[in-house]
């Protein structure tokens, strides 16, 4: 068992908001963009996943199996709505053409999903946040050292 850094899940918090922030209202056609819309959607997913884990570690919630299984996880833990699971799960997908396949990126798929789910990823922060100050008097491995 190791102890989760709070202040670093608060600033991956912070970096997945300030990078969200980014996809209202942009365009991306433009290669350069293009190549931002990528980037956006890579710290997005990879915020996401980090996060995930650091809420699995410090709660001592069941060991993931996978990305998708991570997002599983914490809604099966009632960090995050099953409501949400769909649009989790579709961002966590794109991974794959982001990391493997980044010679054949879709960027209309990428761009189409952040817009139809933005108003579900704005709300991801004040779900891990909201749960924390519920769920911190329940045994965790949480510091801010």
């Known amino acids: 068992m ?11 918090l912070n970096y997945f908001d300030q990078t969200l922030a980014y996809v ?3 365009s991306f056609q433009s290669d350069l963009a293009k190549f931002g819309l990528e980037r956006i959607t890579q710290v997005l997913i990879e915020s996401i996943l980090d996060v995930g884990n650091m809420m699995i570690d410090g709660f001592l919630m069941r060991d993931p199996g996978s990305y998708v ?3 599983l996880i914490l809604v099966d833990e009632k ?11 579709s961002l966590i997908h794109l991974r794959k053409m982001l990391v493997k396949e980044y010679d054949q990126v879709d960027h209309e798929e ?13 709300q991801f922060s004040t779900r891990i946040r909201t749960y924390l100050a519920n ?7 949480f510091s801010t050292k």
């Open 2 to 12: 190791y102890f989760v850094d709070m202040n670093n899940l608060k600033a991956k």
């Open 24 to 26: 209202e209202g942009a």
């Open 69 to 71: 299984d991570i997002i």
């Open 79 to 89: 960090v995050i709505p099953n409501e949400e699971l769909e649009a989790y799960q």
């Open 110 to 122: 990428i761009n189409t999903l952040l817009i139809a789910h933005l108003s579900i990823y704005k």
């Open 135 to 141: 769920e911190m008097g329940v045994a965790n491995t």
